[in-house]
Protein backbone atom coordinates (compact mmCIF):
# COMPACT_ATOMS: atom_id res chain seq x y z
CA UNK A 1 0.00 0.00 0.00
CA UNK A 2 0.79 3.70 -0.52
CA UNK A 3 0.06 6.50 2.04
CA UNK A 4 -2.79 7.58 -0.10
CA UNK A 5 -4.35 4.16 0.37
CA UNK A 6 -3.76 3.19 -3.29
CA UNK A 7 -2.35 -0.16 -3.91
CA UNK A 8 0.32 -1.12 -6.75
CA UNK A 9 -1.26 -3.60 -8.42
CA UNK A 10 1.83 -4.26 -11.39
CA UNK A 11 5.07 -2.82 -11.85
CA UNK A 12 8.22 -2.59 -14.05
CA UNK A 13 11.19 -2.68 -11.59
CA UNK A 14 12.31 1.00 -11.49
CA UNK A 15 10.49 2.00 -14.64
CA UNK A 16 6.50 1.85 -14.30
CA UNK A 17 3.71 1.64 -11.29
CA UNK A 18 0.25 0.65 -11.75
CA UNK A 19 -1.91 1.55 -8.87
CA UNK A 20 -5.45 0.13 -7.98
CA UNK A 21 -7.39 3.25 -8.62
CA UNK A 22 -5.53 3.21 -12.64
CA UNK A 23 -3.09 5.47 -12.07
CA UNK A 24 0.71 5.31 -13.66
CA UNK A 25 3.88 6.63 -11.90
CA UNK A 26 6.53 7.01 -13.80
CA UNK A 27 9.19 8.16 -11.51
CA UNK A 28 12.69 6.53 -11.81
CA UNK A 29 13.23 4.27 -8.91
CA UNK A 30 15.77 2.71 -10.28
CA UNK A 31 19.89 3.56 -9.57
CA UNK A 32 20.31 6.98 -8.76
CA UNK A 33 23.31 8.05 -11.07
CA UNK A 34 21.18 7.11 -14.08
CA UNK A 35 18.19 9.23 -13.40
CA UNK A 36 19.49 12.11 -15.82
CA UNK A 37 18.86 9.86 -18.78
CA UNK A 38 15.81 10.20 -18.21
CA UNK A 39 15.08 13.58 -17.17
CA UNK A 40 13.39 15.86 -19.55
CA UNK A 41 15.69 19.00 -21.59
CA UNK A 42 13.65 22.17 -21.36
CA UNK A 43 13.68 22.99 -25.16
CA UNK A 44 16.25 26.07 -26.37
CA UNK A 45 16.67 28.54 -28.75
CA UNK A 46 19.65 29.02 -29.03
CA UNK A 47 22.13 26.61 -30.47
CA UNK A 48 24.06 24.86 -28.17
CA UNK A 49 26.71 22.43 -29.28
CA UNK A 50 25.27 24.02 -32.79
CA UNK A 51 21.66 22.41 -32.31
CA UNK A 52 18.83 24.30 -31.35
CA UNK A 53 15.31 22.27 -30.24
CA UNK A 54 11.85 23.45 -29.55
CA UNK A 55 8.59 22.31 -29.14
CA UNK A 56 5.59 22.55 -31.55
CA UNK A 57 1.84 21.31 -30.99
CA UNK A 58 0.57 20.02 -33.72
CA UNK A 59 -3.00 19.15 -32.83
CA UNK A 60 -4.41 21.46 -30.69
CA UNK A 61 -7.41 19.51 -30.15
CA UNK A 62 -5.66 16.08 -29.04
CA UNK A 63 -2.39 18.22 -27.66
CA UNK A 64 -0.01 16.07 -29.68
CA UNK A 65 3.56 17.40 -29.69
CA UNK A 66 6.68 17.01 -31.23
CA UNK A 67 9.91 18.42 -30.73
CA UNK A 68 12.20 20.06 -33.47
CA UNK A 69 16.04 19.31 -33.61
CA UNK A 70 17.64 21.97 -35.91
CA UNK A 71 21.40 21.97 -36.76
CA UNK A 72 23.43 25.06 -37.03
CA UNK A 73 23.75 24.35 -41.16
CA UNK A 74 19.95 26.14 -41.32
CA UNK A 75 22.14 29.14 -41.06
CA UNK A 76 24.17 28.55 -44.39
CA UNK A 77 20.37 28.23 -45.90
CA UNK A 78 19.24 32.01 -44.74
CA UNK A 79 19.43 34.36 -46.89
CA UNK A 80 18.21 36.09 -50.09
CA UNK A 81 19.84 33.01 -52.15
CA UNK A 82 18.73 30.41 -50.04
CA UNK A 83 16.21 28.64 -52.90
CA UNK A 84 19.28 28.05 -54.50
CA UNK A 85 20.51 26.44 -51.63
CA UNK A 86 20.81 22.47 -50.67
CA UNK A 87 18.12 21.79 -48.29
CA UNK A 88 17.90 19.65 -45.38
CA UNK A 89 16.41 16.06 -45.16
CA UNK A 90 14.22 15.59 -42.48
CA UNK A 91 14.28 12.82 -40.26
CA UNK A 92 11.12 11.98 -38.15
CA UNK A 93 11.47 10.22 -35.24
CA UNK A 94 10.00 7.79 -32.80
CA UNK A 95 10.86 7.12 -29.16
CA UNK A 96 11.15 3.82 -27.55
CA UNK A 97 10.20 2.50 -23.96
CA UNK A 98 8.23 -0.24 -24.75
CA UNK A 99 4.80 1.74 -25.62
CA UNK A 100 5.01 2.16 -21.89
CA UNK A 101 7.86 4.99 -20.70
CA UNK A 102 10.22 7.42 -21.86
CA UNK A 103 9.47 10.38 -23.71
CA UNK A 104 10.91 12.67 -26.67
CA UNK A 105 13.14 15.38 -24.67
CA UNK A 106 14.25 12.62 -22.23
CA UNK A 107 18.22 13.23 -21.89
CA UNK A 108 18.68 9.93 -23.40
CA UNK A 109 17.66 10.89 -26.88
CA UNK A 110 18.48 14.62 -26.65
CA UNK A 111 22.38 13.37 -26.47
CA UNK A 112 21.73 11.04 -29.56
CA UNK A 113 19.50 12.72 -31.56
CA UNK A 114 21.46 16.37 -31.37
CA UNK A 115 24.64 14.38 -32.51
CA UNK A 116 22.61 13.09 -35.25
CA UNK A 117 21.36 16.23 -36.71
CA UNK A 118 24.21 17.84 -36.81
CA UNK A 119 26.33 15.01 -38.42
CA UNK A 120 23.71 14.10 -41.25
CA UNK A 121 23.12 17.06 -41.13
CA UNK A 122 19.18 17.17 -40.74
CA UNK A 123 16.16 18.49 -39.11
CA UNK A 124 15.11 15.94 -36.26
CA UNK A 125 11.46 15.60 -35.84
CA UNK A 126 10.68 13.35 -32.71
CA UNK A 127 7.03 12.79 -31.90
CA UNK A 128 5.64 12.68 -28.26
CA UNK A 129 3.79 9.65 -28.56
CA UNK A 130 1.08 8.68 -26.62
CA UNK A 131 1.55 5.71 -23.86
CA UNK A 132 0.33 2.13 -22.38
CA UNK A 133 -1.42 1.37 -20.30
CA UNK A 134 -3.71 4.78 -20.33
CA UNK A 135 -3.53 4.39 -23.95
CA UNK A 136 -2.66 1.04 -25.45
CA UNK A 137 -1.72 0.52 -29.52
CA UNK A 138 -2.68 1.53 -31.71
CA UNK A 139 -2.28 4.87 -30.16
CA UNK A 140 1.60 5.37 -30.40
CA UNK A 141 1.20 4.44 -34.07
CA UNK A 142 -1.56 6.76 -34.66
CA UNK A 143 0.32 9.43 -33.23
CA UNK A 144 3.10 8.59 -35.58
CA UNK A 145 1.18 8.57 -38.76
CA UNK A 146 -0.20 11.97 -37.61
CA UNK A 147 2.85 13.65 -37.27
CA UNK A 148 3.45 12.19 -40.60
CA UNK A 149 0.25 13.77 -42.16
CA UNK A 150 1.31 17.00 -40.32
CA UNK A 151 4.67 17.43 -42.54
CA UNK A 152 2.54 16.70 -45.54
CA UNK A 153 0.19 19.63 -44.90
CA UNK A 154 3.55 21.98 -44.24
CA UNK A 155 4.77 20.84 -47.87
CA UNK A 156 1.53 21.40 -48.87
CA UNK A 157 1.15 24.93 -47.45
CA UNK A 158 4.64 25.64 -47.30
CA UNK A 159 4.74 27.51 -44.26
CA UNK A 160 0.93 27.39 -42.23
CA UNK A 161 1.99 29.54 -39.61
CA UNK A 162 4.90 32.01 -39.24
CA UNK A 163 6.23 29.85 -36.16
CA UNK A 164 6.85 27.20 -38.80
CA UNK A 165 8.38 28.99 -41.81
CA UNK A 166 12.27 28.11 -41.11
CA UNK A 167 11.07 24.82 -41.34
CA UNK A 168 9.16 24.61 -44.69
CA UNK A 169 11.48 26.66 -45.77
CA UNK A 170 15.35 25.11 -44.59
CA UNK A 171 13.76 21.10 -45.27
CA UNK A 172 13.31 18.93 -48.39
CA UNK A 173 9.90 17.63 -48.03
CA UNK A 174 11.07 14.67 -51.07
CA UNK A 175 13.37 13.10 -48.32
CA UNK A 176 11.41 11.99 -45.15
CA UNK A 177 13.23 9.27 -42.90
CA UNK A 178 11.35 7.71 -40.69
CA UNK A 179 13.23 6.31 -37.58
CA UNK A 180 12.52 4.88 -34.31
CA UNK A 181 14.41 2.85 -31.15
CA UNK A 182 13.26 0.25 -29.91
CA UNK A 183 9.33 -0.25 -29.84
CA UNK A 184 10.04 2.93 -31.79
CA UNK A 185 10.94 0.82 -34.80
CA UNK A 186 7.42 -0.95 -34.22
CA UNK A 187 6.24 2.49 -35.12
CA UNK A 188 8.51 3.01 -37.89
CA UNK A 189 7.25 -0.14 -39.45
CA UNK A 190 3.21 0.33 -39.37
CA UNK A 191 3.63 4.12 -40.20
CA UNK A 192 5.53 2.75 -43.57
CA UNK A 193 3.29 0.77 -44.34
CA UNK A 194 0.26 3.06 -44.13
CA UNK A 195 2.16 5.51 -45.81
CA UNK A 196 2.18 3.33 -48.60
CA UNK A 197 -1.09 2.92 -49.17
CA UNK A 198 -2.00 7.30 -48.83
CA UNK A 199 -1.24 9.79 -51.42
CA UNK A 200 1.47 11.96 -49.21
CA UNK A 201 2.18 13.86 -52.49
CA UNK A 202 4.41 16.40 -52.29
CA UNK A 203 6.04 14.73 -49.42
CA UNK A 204 7.96 11.28 -50.15
CA UNK A 205 8.93 8.53 -47.75
CA UNK A 206 13.01 8.16 -48.83
CA UNK A 207 13.54 5.96 -46.31
CA UNK A 208 12.72 3.88 -42.61
CA UNK A 209 15.36 3.24 -40.21
CA UNK A 210 14.30 0.95 -37.28
CA UNK A 211 16.98 0.79 -34.71
CA UNK A 212 16.41 -2.51 -32.36
CA UNK A 213 12.63 -2.88 -32.98
CA UNK A 214 10.71 -4.13 -30.40
CA UNK A 215 9.63 -7.70 -33.23
CA UNK A 216 8.51 -10.51 -30.90
CA UNK A 217 6.68 -14.23 -31.05
CA UNK A 218 5.05 -15.46 -28.04
CA UNK A 219 7.58 -18.16 -27.43
CA UNK A 220 10.83 -17.21 -26.44
CA UNK A 221 13.41 -17.14 -29.31
CA UNK A 222 17.02 -18.66 -28.68
CA UNK A 223 18.57 -15.16 -27.63
CA UNK A 224 16.00 -14.08 -25.45
CA UNK A 225 16.85 -16.92 -23.55
CA UNK A 226 20.66 -16.98 -23.99
CA UNK A 227 21.61 -13.45 -24.80
CA UNK A 228 22.16 -10.87 -21.01
CA UNK A 229 20.07 -8.90 -19.98
CA UNK A 230 20.79 -5.11 -19.70
CA UNK A 231 19.55 -2.02 -18.31
CA UNK A 232 17.89 -1.29 -21.38
CA UNK A 233 16.01 -4.84 -21.87
CA UNK A 234 14.76 -7.48 -19.88
CA UNK A 235 12.61 -10.12 -20.10
CA UNK A 236 10.35 -8.86 -17.48
CA UNK A 237 10.35 -5.42 -19.37
CA UNK A 238 9.46 -7.34 -22.60
CA UNK A 239 6.47 -9.30 -20.80
CA UNK A 240 5.08 -6.44 -18.76
CA UNK A 241 5.63 -3.58 -21.51
CA UNK A 242 3.54 -5.62 -23.81
CA UNK A 243 0.66 -6.58 -21.49
CA UNK A 244 -0.06 -3.05 -20.79
CA UNK A 245 0.21 -1.85 -24.24
CA UNK A 246 -1.10 -4.43 -26.83
CA UNK A 247 -4.73 -4.17 -27.88
CA UNK A 248 -6.34 -6.62 -24.29
CA UNK A 249 -6.73 -9.98 -25.37
CA UNK A 250 -3.83 -10.08 -27.39
CA UNK A 251 -0.35 -11.77 -27.04
CA UNK A 252 3.33 -11.09 -28.64
CA UNK A 253 2.17 -12.50 -31.76
CA UNK A 254 -0.26 -9.52 -32.29
CA UNK A 255 0.52 -8.12 -35.71
CA UNK A 256 2.29 -4.82 -33.88
CA UNK A 257 4.63 -6.81 -32.50
CA UNK A 258 5.12 -9.47 -34.83
CA UNK A 259 5.09 -8.23 -38.39
CA UNK A 260 6.63 -11.23 -39.85
CA UNK A 261 3.82 -13.60 -38.50
CA UNK A 262 0.66 -14.82 -39.97
CA UNK A 263 -1.49 -12.84 -38.06
CA UNK A 264 -0.04 -9.87 -40.07
CA UNK A 265 -0.70 -8.07 -43.46
CA UNK A 266 2.08 -10.28 -45.72
CA UNK A 267 5.01 -8.06 -46.21
CA UNK A 268 5.27 -8.60 -50.01
CA UNK A 269 1.95 -6.75 -50.15
CA UNK A 270 3.36 -3.91 -48.26
CA UNK A 271 4.26 -0.59 -50.30
CA UNK A 272 7.59 -0.30 -48.35
CA UNK A 273 10.53 2.39 -48.67
CA UNK A 274 13.95 1.54 -48.48
CA UNK A 275 14.54 0.09 -45.19
CA UNK A 276 17.89 -0.36 -42.75
CA UNK A 277 17.37 -2.20 -39.97
CA UNK A 278 19.48 -2.17 -37.19
CA UNK A 279 20.54 -5.26 -35.34
CA UNK A 280 22.91 -5.52 -31.60
CA UNK A 281 24.56 -8.58 -31.91
CA UNK A 282 23.88 -9.31 -28.32
CA UNK A 283 20.37 -8.16 -28.18
CA UNK A 284 17.90 -9.74 -26.32
CA UNK A 285 15.44 -9.97 -29.23
CA UNK A 286 17.94 -10.40 -32.10
CA UNK A 287 16.66 -13.39 -33.45
CA UNK A 288 13.16 -11.93 -34.24
CA UNK A 289 14.59 -8.69 -35.05
CA UNK A 290 16.52 -11.76 -37.81
CA UNK A 291 13.63 -13.07 -38.86
CA UNK A 292 12.09 -9.63 -39.53
CA UNK A 293 15.09 -8.73 -41.72
CA UNK A 294 14.53 -12.39 -43.45
CA UNK A 295 11.08 -11.68 -44.24
CA UNK A 296 11.35 -8.62 -45.62
CA UNK A 297 14.02 -9.90 -47.97
CA UNK A 298 11.64 -13.33 -48.78
CA UNK A 299 9.31 -10.25 -49.76
CA UNK A 300 11.42 -8.74 -52.22
CA UNK A 301 12.04 -5.53 -49.84
CA UNK A 302 14.84 -2.96 -50.20
CA UNK A 303 16.41 -3.93 -47.27
CA UNK A 304 20.17 -3.25 -45.25
CA UNK A 305 21.46 -4.63 -42.45
CA UNK A 306 23.68 -2.92 -39.80
CA UNK A 307 25.09 -4.93 -36.80
CA UNK A 308 27.08 -3.70 -33.90
CA UNK A 309 28.84 -6.75 -32.77
CA UNK A 310 29.17 -7.73 -29.18
CA UNK A 311 26.61 -4.99 -28.10
CA UNK A 312 23.30 -4.87 -26.38
CA UNK A 313 19.78 -3.46 -26.66
CA UNK A 314 20.05 0.50 -27.28
CA UNK A 315 23.69 0.48 -26.36
CA UNK A 316 23.71 4.01 -28.05
CA UNK A 317 20.90 5.53 -25.65
CA UNK A 318 23.35 4.77 -22.70
CA UNK A 319 25.47 7.76 -22.39
CA UNK A 320 27.30 6.45 -19.42
CA UNK A 321 28.66 3.70 -21.32
CA UNK A 322 29.27 5.42 -24.55
CA UNK A 323 31.70 8.02 -22.22
CA UNK A 324 33.49 5.45 -20.63
CA UNK A 325 33.37 2.20 -22.72
CA UNK A 326 35.82 2.69 -25.67
CA UNK A 327 33.98 -0.18 -27.69
CA UNK A 328 30.24 1.54 -27.21
CA UNK A 329 31.92 5.03 -28.45
CA UNK A 330 33.10 3.05 -31.49
CA UNK A 331 29.88 1.09 -32.33
CA UNK A 332 27.95 4.03 -31.77
CA UNK A 333 29.84 6.05 -34.11
CA UNK A 334 29.65 3.68 -36.43
CA UNK A 335 25.41 3.13 -36.17
CA UNK A 336 25.76 7.09 -37.17
CA UNK A 337 27.73 6.47 -39.82
CA UNK A 338 25.75 3.64 -41.22
CA UNK A 339 22.79 5.41 -40.98
CA UNK A 340 23.66 8.45 -42.30
CA UNK A 341 25.31 7.12 -45.47
CA UNK A 342 22.10 5.27 -46.19
CA UNK A 343 20.20 8.54 -45.98
CA UNK A 344 22.66 10.51 -48.41
CA UNK A 345 22.04 7.74 -50.73
CA UNK A 346 18.35 8.30 -50.50
Known amino acids: MVNDGRAIVDEVSGWLRVYSDGSVDRTWTGPPEVKFLSEPVPPH ?22 RIYSPEEIKKLNGDDCKNKKKLPIILHFHGGGF ?40 AFDDGFEALLWLRSLSLAQAQTREN ?3 TEHVDFQ ?22 HADLSP ?31 TLDMVDKFLSFALPLN ?21 KLPPFLLCVAGNDLIKDTEME ?40 TCSLFQGI ?3 MRKH
Open 175 to 196: RVFLIGDSSGGNVVHEVAARAG
Open 203 to 233: LRVAGAIPIHPGFLRQERSKSELENPQSPLL
Open 292 to 331: YYEAMKKAGKDVELLVSPGMGHSFYLDKIAVDMDPKSAAQ
Open 45 to 66: SDFIDSVATHDVTINKESGLRV
Open 165 to 167: NWL
Open 340 to 342: AEF
Open 100 to 139: CVSQADWYMYYHVYTKLAKSVPAICVSVYLRRAPEHRLPA
Open 250 to 270: SDKGHPYTCPMGQAAPPIDGL
